[in-house]
Each structure stands twice: as C-alpha cells, then as structure tokens.
C-alpha cells in the first residue's frame, strides 16, 4: 500500500527537473536504485541558498524518509508544496 510520503516522491520524476516551492524555483534531482527501492532527491535553490535533500527506502515491511542534515518536516514540506516547471533528463 502506497502511503502519502510515497505518493508525493513520485510526482518527482526520474533526472533533473525544475520546480517551484515557497515562491522560489529549484532545481531537482531524483534517482532511483535497487529497482526503485532506494530514492535520492537533492533540490537547490536556483539563485539560492536553500536544499532540499533526502533518501527513501521501501522495505518489505515498511517505508523510510531519511533527511540529509534537516529535519523531516523541511522535507515533507517541501514535497506538499513542490510544483514542477520543466521535465528534463
């Protein structure tokens, strides 16, 4: 079953894309590994000082959001307010 962290990472496509979030444009980054059990996102801010990055593991049983130097509410804030610009590999 999918859960809301999930459904949200998703909407993030493979590569580098733009998007805007909190009246400012970032670049995004997204890769998959181990079969799309494992999700890196990085997104800087264009013009910026601001990141956003994080991994994502999918296990058997669970699903983990692992912020990198932030906390988890940066990040799922972040991935409620994104909207994509442009799609670019």
Do not use: H, W
Request: one cysteine or more.
């Amino acid at each position: 079953m999918e859960d809301q962290r999930s459904k949200l990472i998703n909407k993030i496509p493979l590569g580098t894309s733009k998007a805007k979030a909190f009246g400012r444009t970032y670049s995004i980054s997204r890769s998959d590994f181990n079969t799309g059990k494992s999700i890196k996102v990085y997104a800087e801010e264009l013009g910026g000082t601001d990141f956003i990055s994080f991994n994502y593991y999918i296990t058997e049983n669970t699903a983990l959001l692992k912020p990198c130097e932030m906390p988890q509410d940066k990040v799922m804030s972040f991935l409620r307010e994104f909207e994509l610009i442009t799609q670019s590999s």
